[in-house]
């Protein structure tokens, strides 16, 4: 009776005896849900795999690619001790010395302008390579020259490899970086210049004890090291995918995302976007007279990536770095030596600061570390004239200058260093971006080559403490210039940013701007 008495619930499995468990039975549902949750967890550890397996490989990209601009780093940080034991070994003048310092960032600017179509034709891959072999031999005859012009000529040769890698790099790994982490990633080439200014520091204080017919050899030479990575570096990182649009593959460039992305979903939308930016119409203008001859959307583009790239060198960044033991010494500071470890601080310190500026970038956005930036470098260089005016040739004097020294390079690194490059890696449309960038670098280089080209003569003729009030003053202009003409692209797609410049009614500063910014956020 007990047998007969029970029923079946509908589902069709038999349970114990082999009589029938339906699907409302609770045994099962908690088996089953039991199930699926096992189902579920694996499947969230899938993807959690999958994420760190992704943003692992784009950390290595973004590394590898970053690595030309260790020399440009080690080359500025080297020469600031070098020039003290070439003008002694070659026997040159003053002047002859901010040529022989300030002609590569001029030089530069012709593999910056070169690079932009190199990176069009050749990949933003190979591009790179063939930076670091043009530096490569420059760095070579620089270590073996007899004579200042065959120097020059070794400097030169640098100067366009250079240019060629500091433009290409963050353009490259923007353009492989995810949203979420762009800014972080497109920041690391001012890191990497940043660790190749300290190494060159660290050089000239390790090498200074050599005869001087010698040190600066070796100094010179210990830059080529770098070029061995970057070898190494090329068989590893993939091609653009952007660039592989333009040019058509598209498997290929579906192939490269969907090592850089975590979602398929996600590689298609990004696909997509793409495409759809790299379409040219027929009657479209060419790259550079698109340039010359800008769209509204495009010329805001122009000032807010040129303008931040000039700001950043006419500062007097460069003045600081590559003539740093000048100006230690015009604050009484005596002693090879002790100028060489003193600017081992100012090395150490502008390192530093970059990784503050790395976990922030996608954090606090890049318009508030601007901020911050311009205004306290503002401050610093103002505390540095007032040093070198007031407190010269006493050991406040010194302790003052290499503290506000310090501190403008601090700031520096925090906002304006690294977010010029990532700006203009990033505002710009993908057509135009390799040759806007380029363009972008040449102002940057050519500010650079006329500071450390004149910073001697212009320190002899109104003082060195005079001479930083003027980067003070340009500083303050920095400030408002950020304030009126950059825009805040935290959070955005490279072709929503672009999108921000189209309404020509909407300035980078304004409200609807901050609004609009906002809005992506919650959605």
């Known amino acids: 009776m007990g047998m007969a008495g029970i029923q079946e619930n509908g589902g069709g499995e038999m349970g114990l005896g082999g009589l029938p468990l339906g699907a409302k039975n609770k045994y099962r549902r908690m088996d089953s849900e039991l199930t699926d949750y096992d189902g579920d967890s694996e499947q969230q550890h899938q993807l959690e795999n999958k994420r760190s397996s992704t943003r692992k490989y784009v950390f290595a990209c973004a590394v590898f690619a970053s690595l030309n601009n260790v020399l440009l780093g080690y080359d500025v940080g080297v020469m600031s001790g070098a020039i003290i034991f070439i003008k002694e070994d070659l026997n040159i003048s003053e002047v002859q010395q901010e040529v022989l310092v300030g002609i590569l960032s001029v030089i530069?600017?012709?593999?910056?302008l070169g690079g932009g179509r190199a990176s069009d034709v050749l990949g933003r891959k190979w591009t790179m390579g063939l930076a670091a072999v043009v530096f490569q031999a420059g760095a070579a005859v620089m270590t073996l020259a007899p004579t200042f012009r065959l120097l020059m000529i070794g400097r030169i040769l640098a100067g366009v490899g250079i240019g060629l890698g500091v433009m290409i790099a963050p353009v490259y790994i923007a353009e492989i970086s995810p949203t979420v982490s762009r800014g972080t990633l497109t920041s690391f080439p001012e890191i990497f210049i940043n660790a190749g200014i300290l190494l060159g520091y660290v050089s000239n204080y390790a090498f200074s004890g050599l005869p001087a017919h010698v040190n600066w050899r070796i100094m010179l030479a210990v830059g080529i090291l770098p070029s061995v990575f970057i070898a190494f570096a090329l068989c590893i990182i993939p091609e653009s995918p952007r660039w592989l649009v333009m040019k058509n593959r598209i498997d290929e460039a579906r192939s490269v995302l969907l090592k850089t992305n975590d979602e398929e979903s996600e590689v298609e939308e990004r696909l997509a976007e793409i495409q759809l930016a790299a379409v040219v119409s027929p009657g479209e203008k060419a790259v550079w007279r698109e340039l010359m001859c800008p769209s509204p959307a495009l010329g805001r583009m122009l000032i807010a990536g040129f303008g931040i790239q000039c700001f950043q060198q006419i500062t007097g960044i460069d003045a600081t770095v590559y003539y740093s033991p000048e100006i230690f010494r015009a604050a009484g500071l005596d002693g090879n030596s002790k100028l060489l470890a003193a600017t081992v601080s100012v090395g150490i310190t502008k390192t530093v600061f970059i990784l503050v500026a790395i976990i922030l970038i996608d954090k606090a956005g890049r318009k508030p570390l601007l901020y911050v930036s311009t205004i306290g470098m503002t401050i610093c260089l103002f505390g540095v004239g007032i040093s070198l005016s007031l407190f010269s040739e006493g050991s406040l004097g010194i302790a003052l200058t290499i503290l506000f020294v310090c501190g403008n390079v601090a700031f520096f690194s925090v906002g304006v260093g690294p977010i010029c490059w990532v700006l203009t890696s990033e505002i710009f449309p993908l057509k135009v971006r390799a040759q806007a960038s380029a363009l972008g670098a040449v102002g940057n280089r050519v500010c650079s080559g006329v500071i450390a080209m004149s910073f001697l003569s212009v320190s002899q003729a109104i003082t060195t403490g005079g001479t930083f009030f003027i980067f003070s003053a340009i500083s303050v202009l920095a400030?408002?210039?950020?304030?009126?003409?950059?825009?805040?692209?935290?959070?955005?797609?490279?072709?929503?940013?672009?999108?921000?410049?189209?309404?020509?009614?909407?300035?980078?500063?304004?409200?609807?701007?901050?609004?609009?910014?906002?809005?992506?956020?919650?959605?």
């Open 108 to 112: 530069s600017l012709l593999g910056s």
């Open 479 to 523: 400030v408002i210039f950020v304030y009126i003409c950059v825009p805040e692209t935290k959070g955005k797609s490279l072709e929503q940013i672009e999108s921000l410049f189209q309404n020509e009614y909407e300035t980078p500063g304004s409200e609807l701007q901050l609004g609009d910014v906002e809005h992506l956020v919650e959605k």
